[in-house]
């Protein structure tokens, strides 16, 4: 069964546990949903109900945070008006930073609420080919990869080149002052929420995913005692792993998912009641 509500697509698989983990796929920038579907079906066959969407170009470039978080807020009332869906176990799926950036904001919203349920609800963190470290000019290069030739683009173009400049103006995020790019890794470094498990996968030539800095990333967690399995490639393409490496992406997802679901998370009726994702509700 597939529901749907403006960007927002959710399937259920037929015969889908009652307390099968709800994973919320979160599309890189450009995504097709033709793309994301493909996802989408490799989890409903291992009975995984899903929700999944792509942050637009302009909020996913906007030198201020509130067009991302008017999505993350969004993102979750559309689950929660899903009475199948809002009560489930969560895992968040993120794909580059267009995913990550919906992520940063949910993590955003939790801290501003002080919502301790939220994170108890939520399972695990999968990262493909994310979080990507903000270089100069890497914006512009994504921009160049999701967009045809034409005056849109040139458009687009020229409007980076305006938030670039006004980011250090308007775009703070963090309480000590750090730009846009540094506050956005931080939270990816401090982002699990009591040490759920988390899924990296990505390649070391990856030109809009720096393997390096991720490596780093990677690196810091596993010293903090943070729960982090890795599947990194030598040679693959941005958020296209599952498609040069099927076998290796599918193994590592199906064996990462397995270990932390099998027999242990069920939320019971009176739980469900009290489901966090109330709190963000805009109905």
Known sequence: MQVEKGAFKAVIPKDCSLDAPLIVILGWAGAQDKSLVKYADLLSIQGYPTVRSVLPLPRLFSPHPAPRRWWAENLLSFIITQPSLYHRPLIFYAFSNGGAFVLEQISHLVANTNNTKLKQ???????????????????????????????????????????????????????????????????????????????????????????????????????????????????????????????EYSNALGEFLNSIVVGKYTINESDAEQSPLLLYSRL
């Open 121 to 247: 609800q939520t399972l695990a963190f999968i990262y493909d080919s994310a979080p990507a470290y903000m270089h100069p000019g890497t914006a512009k290069t994504v921009l160049k990869s999701s967009m045809p030739p034409g005056l849109s683009l040139s458009l687009a173009l020229s409007m980076q080149t305006l938030s670039e400049f006004l980011s250090p103006i308007v775009g703070r995020t963090s309480i000590n002052g750090k730009n846009r790019s540094d506050a956005f890794w931080d939270t990816m470094i401090d982002l699990h929420w009591g040490g759920k498990p988390q899924l990296y996968l990505y390649s070391a030539d990856d030109p809009l995913c720096d393997g390096a800095m991720l490596d780093q990333l990677v690196e810091k967690k596993k010293m903090e005692g943070q729960r982090v399995l890795v599947k990194r490639w030598e040679q693959s393409g941005h958020c296209a792993h599952l498609r040069h490496h099927p076998v």
